[in-house]
């Protein structure tokens, strides 16, 4: 007999959508904040670098903070949704404010505004979103194949939003006037877009009550009784747990750098709409990945084989764009930074049903349920991997001696482009590739299940003996 099904089709597409709202900001702000400082402010690169760095200090607990407060949380919404939607607010003012600097306030005024709106947008506002986001996977259903299937239409959405944005902001922006003007108008109307989309996702899913949730396990009334330091502990003691914020952490600076792309494309390859042509290639692939990701997960009997295998391609790719790169050939730097980005794939499909069963693999050794706490890798990996992303792109940009006010940039600035864009998302696709081979949580659960099972069969065993004369 198969597992009981929670969700209809609508309500798998509707969570999806909620990245839409999530890739608003995201994409945005990762893809083209440091060029809008930059070359429409005229802010230092190496600075604004550095603010991004010390905003991480700012915001760094944060993530387990509101993974914590999401478990605590009894509301008529239930304890995610009431998170994700009013974090959203906050979301959408924030990221007006981060393009809405005033380009006749002083230049240090100028970088204190820019701080505190983004410290605000990724330590408070977009944290308690996206955890909340993320965690309802773990709470709308208690179906392993119906989480890969949200997984897997919230990050189509998520792709095709980028896709969309990285595609037509650079055009919109012209046909708005370009400058300063033009970028504050285009983050009010994705503002306004996400708002309206958040909402919808919110009400689209409903939460298991906790009674349905609890079905079938072993009650424990101290169990969700847990202070923010015990949370942190549990965590940490969580062997996949921290393999997956790795993960996360350097697919967001791979990210960043794929980002810094928009640098590639502007004065090595002399074309910045070539930045929107690469987004094709990058997030029509990860779209078709993620389609049949649902049916290769139960085809290969779990998640580590698929994922695995996917990252052997996308290394292999992304090496393929270094000697495309060299050779000069825009045309096969698309066609393997397309083949690159199909490896990656099932793994963003399956992520959040990763983190479900690390959530179990804490469970099943600590006996206390943390999912509202466990999901806090993806806004701690998003923003420390983003953050530090973008921080690193402006630091070596700022090193290698680029002006944003210079047309042709020094032969210094164009190597470190070579660099930032070619080999160092190659190496981070390795390390990705590196952790993956060691993330074998459903196996460990499957053997923690087994011992306990045999366990409690012995016990049984020896309690029937025990009254025989």
Known sequence: MGEKQYLKWYNKVGYGSGDIAGNVVYALLSSFVMIYLTNTIGLSAGIVGTLIAVSKLFDGFTDIFFGTMIDKTHSRLGKARP????????????????FAIPVDMGTTAQYAWF????TLLNGVFYTANNIAYSALTSLVTKNSKERVQMGSYRFIFAFATSLLIQSVTVGFVTKLGGGAAAWRMAAVFYALIGLLVNTISVFSVKELSEEELREGEEKKTEEEKYSLLQGFKLLISNKFYLMICGVYILQQLYGAMINAGIYYMTYVL???NLYGVFSWAVNIPLIIALVFTPTLVGRWKGMYKLNLRGYIIAVF???LVVVAGYLGSVPLMLLFTALAALGQGPWQGDMNAVIASCSEYTYLTKGKRVDGTMYSCTSLGVKLGGGLGTALAGWLLEFSGFDGKLAIQPDSCID???FMYLWLPFLLDLMIMLVLSLMRVEKANEKIKAEQKAMLAKEQEDGDGSGEV
Not at 115 to 118: C, E, G, L
């Open 270 to 272: 002399k074309d910045e």
């Open 115 to 118: 701080f505190i709106a983004y």
């Open 317 to 319: 790719g992304r090496l």
């Open 416 to 418: 470190m482009l070579h």
């Open 83 to 98: 998170w994700m939607l009013y974090g959203y607010i906050g979301c959408a003012v924030t990221l007006v404010a981060i």
